[in-house]
């Protein structure tokens, strides 16, 4: 077997629980109020996401209407059973689980089967993918697994829609494509899942290994070349060597910081008999738990500051323990920022929330960040965007890395405590450590609660995204109050979706997210996602409305899969901010003073008309009273809906709004 693996086998997934929604308090802010997220009522039946209005791990099983019953699954992830953590009634742990193939008892089965099996134990309920005849064995096979296929239109959609229902149900979905040309299309996705840390299964076809290695038609070594975009890669040699492969790629998964996995595999392979004693064996370990004295180091670190600040990510998303997090930061009265593309972490309007960080963050949260005297980085990488060019943390800031795999990179100063935790793991301890014997400066308490009011007051100063909205008669919408009317218009429940592109910077700033679970943005900055991302996420919950927020750029890398949505059942909203334009690229062009408008001034489009030819509604909206209304009706159709939004040139950027005068059209 060719294997590849750029990591260390690592610790588990969490369990997938899902997490009510957390409100702002409304009198007393020590007791966050809980919203739940109402449960799932659309197909799959029972729903991928769990019905729990609690942070229990659910129980949910069997895919959806059209997709066989399945097998019992004795190594899903939605099945956690409580193992050594402290009692709670309100969250079950991350478990060991035994990764065995439920299915390993049913009798002869060919190879395409097996693999089938082995991704439904793992959780798999979704199957993205452009068919080819590579892998017919596999596509046969997943339907009798119960794995519901969903054809689109381009692989790196399907691969951005298996990424899409890893993130937003911590559950890996698998996307496929054929050879070469399908593994090349997939790549994107595979990026993404593994900026993201989403876990993913992107399956291959090869070459039949008779004509391995004579670049053959649509060969190439996929491991090496696609298969280095993910966290693991392997191509099985032999039928016996398939059920250790999937073993493994299920640990590499959903095991340490989760991820995507790449498996190429023979055409040839796929229709052969499975050795009768293959089972797919392999257990995950338990979380990793963190030590006595190294909470102790945390909240030390924390309760002796003026200034600390808690920098959270998608680990505590993953884990489903956002009230973990609001507690803890209560008790310690510790404010909150999100990572990039992490804002839906807590309710935005929390007093302790003070923004997110990253590209298009309100100026705010950078000063408050370079401020702090200490700081937790928890379930969160420092990525590029979110360390403001690994700024942060600063020079003068004591922190704290409490993550699955913390980093030790070069050009980061090593954090003064790193804990390799499991977020939920993490907060528990903490928070029980914090309700028992810690004992907590009260004038230091005093002084942070007073900052606290202080620098949601900047927060909320600097997040403004329509200040001058009244004064704005056109032409086209203004972005920002384009943002705010979403906001409320929506139900908490909405789930948001996002592209890449400057449009999205009045999202980022501006809108409030109450919910976890409410926002899909790839870390990777990736264009083309917004809109197979909203599609996954509609097909998850078929009763919340999905928004996906796309530039004209982006949407036309993607809008194919509005025939998808439409085929599907996915009932999306899609607004196009459209400038006609590549705006970001045209920014930077300008900032340099060379190259104005080389490949980044485009045409126009009739994305509403479009959106009309692939089974959705289409219209098309030039200002600022015709938004709601769009929106309002939107809301209510039993289709998509691809809402247009004409946006004048002079919208740079959230940080460059037009000026009354003049547009640069
Ligand atoms: C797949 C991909 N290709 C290229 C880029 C580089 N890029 C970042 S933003 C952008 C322009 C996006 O245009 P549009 O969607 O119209 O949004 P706008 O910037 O105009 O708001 C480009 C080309 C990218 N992020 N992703
Ligand atoms: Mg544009």
């Given at each position: 077997m060719t294997e590849r693996s750029i990591e260390a086998p690592g610790d588990p997934a969490p369990d997938f629980a899902d997490e009510p929604g957390l409100e702002a308090?409304?009198?007393?802010?020590?007791?966050p109020a809980q919203d739940d997220i109402p449960p799932p009522t659309g197909e799959p039946a029972a729903t991928d996401e769990p019905a729990a209005t609690e942070d229990v791990a659910s129980t949910e099983d069997v895919a959806s209407t059209e997709a066989p019953a399945a097998t019992e699954d004795l190594a899903s992830n939605d099945e956690p059973v409580e193992v050594q953590e402290p009692a709670a009634t309100d969250e079950l742990a991350p478990t060991e689980e035994p990764a065995t193939d439920a299915a390993a008892d049913v009798g002869p089965r060919t190879v395409g089967r097996l693999i089938a099996d082995a991704l439904r134990s793992a959780g798999v309920r979704y199957a993205f993918t452009v068919p080819g005849e590579s892998f017919l064995g596999l596509l046969d096979a997943l339907g009798d697994a119960g794995i519901r296929v969903v054809a689109t239109r381009h692989e790196g959609a399907a691969a951005f829609m298996a990424e899409a229902h890893g993130q937003l149900t911590g559950r890996p979905a698998a996307c496929l494509g054929t050879r070469a040309v399908g593994s090349a299309n997939l790549a994107i996705g595979i990026h993404t899942a593994r900026q993201d840390s989403t876990p993913m299964f992107a399956l291959v076809g090869q070459v039949a290994r008779a004509h391995r290695?004579?670049?053959?038609?649509?060969?190439?070594d996929q491991v090496a070349t696609i298969g280095g975009l993910a966290k693991w890669a392997a191509e099985p040699a032999s039928a016996e060597d398939v059920a250790p492969a999937m073993a493994e790629a299920i640990r590499q998964a959903l095991g340490g910081r989760p991820g995507p996995v790449f498996l190429s595999l023979a055409e040839d392979l796929l229709d052969e008999p499975a050795p009768s004693d293959a089972r797919v064996e392999g257990a995950r370990p338990g979380p990793t738990r963190p030590a006595e004295g190294e909470i102790r180091a945390v909240i030390e670190l924390l309760a002796s500051a003026e200034r600390p600040v808690i920098l959270a990510g998608g680990g505590v998303l993953r884990a489903r323990t956002s009230t973990e997090l609001l507690r803890f930061a209560d008790l310690l009265q510790v404010p909150v920022i999100a990572a990039w593309r992490r804002a839906?972490?807590?309710?935005?309007?929390?007093?302790l929330y003070l923004g997110m960080a990253g590209l298009g963050a309100a100026p705010s949260v950078r000063e408050r960040l370079a401020d702090a005297d200490a700081m937790l980085v928890l379930g969160?990488?420092?990525s590029q965007p979110t360390s403001y060019d690994d700024a942060?943390?600063?020079?003068t800031t004591r922190w704290a890395h409490v993550d699955l795999e913390p980093v030790r990179a070069a050009g980061l100063r090593p954090a003064d405590v790193a804990v390799a935790a499991d977020a939920r793991a993490f907060l528990r301890a903490a928070n029980e450590r914090l309700l028992g014997k810690a004992v907590l400066d009260a004038e230091l308490v005093r002084r942070r609660q007073a900052n606290n009011v202080d620098d949601r007051a900047a927060w909320e100063t600097s997040s403004v995204?329509?200040?001058d909205a009244d004064a704005w008669t056109g032409p086209g919408v203004h972005p920002g109050r384009v943002i705010t009317t979403l906001r409320r218009v929506l139900p908490d429940d909405a789930i948001l979706t996002t592209d890449a592109g400057n449009f999205a910077g009045w999202a980022g700033r501006g809108f409030r997210f109450r919910k976890p679970g409410t926002f899909l943005g790839p870390t990777s900055g990736s264009m083309g996602y917004g809109i197979p991302a909203a599609i996954a996420a509609s097909l998850v919950h078929r009763d919340r409305p999905v928004v996906a927020l796309v530039g004209d750029g982006g949407m036309a890398m993607t809008m194919a899969e509005l025939e998808t949505a439409n085929r599907e059942h996915a009932r999306i909203i899609v607004l196009v901010f459209d400038n006609e334009r590549f705006g970001t690229i045209r920014m930077w062009q300008d900032d340099r003073g060379t190259g104005e408008g080389v490949a980044t001034e485009l045409g126009a489009v009739d994305f509403a008309a479009i959106g009309r030819a692939m089974g959705a509604r289409g219209v098309r909206v030039e200002r600022d009273a015709d938004v709601e209304p769009a929106i309002r009706q939107a809301l209510v159709e039993e289709r998509s809906t691809v809402i247009q939004l004409a946006l004048d040139r002079a919208w740079v950027s959230v940080d460059r709004p037009a000026a009354q005068t003049g547009t640069t059209s």
């Open positions: 308090p409304a009198a007393a802010p020590e007791e290695g004579r670049e053959a038609f649509q060969e190439i839906d972490l807590i309710s935005n309007d929390h007093p969160c990488r420092l942060i943390p600063a020079e995204v329509d200040a």
